[in-house]
């Protein structure tokens, strides 16, 4: 349980730290960087990758007919 501990404090503190590098590259606030990621960013890449799933499901689907036929 510590390990597991351990490792979530590191991702943390890495996470964290590539956040406020971002925010000096980029001059804006910290909050404002975690608004972009976590408000815009990440639900939006999760409903495009969502769409490209069902896409491709439904190709798969058209030849999968098409072979048995």
């Known amino acids: 349980m510590e390990v597991l501990s351990n490792i979530i404090k590191i991702v943390f503190v890495y ?4 956040i406020i590098n971002l925010t000096d590259l980029l ?17 939006a890449l999760t409903i495009i ?10 190709v798969l689907n058209r030849r999968m007919k098409k072979q048995a036929l």
């Open 15 to 18: 996470c964290t730290d590539f």
């Open 49 to 58: 990758l969502i769409m490209m799933n069902i896409f491709q499901r439904v």
């Open 27 to 43: 001059g804006i606030s910290y909050y404002e960087v975690n608004t972009y990621i976590f408000v815009i960013i990440w639900p």
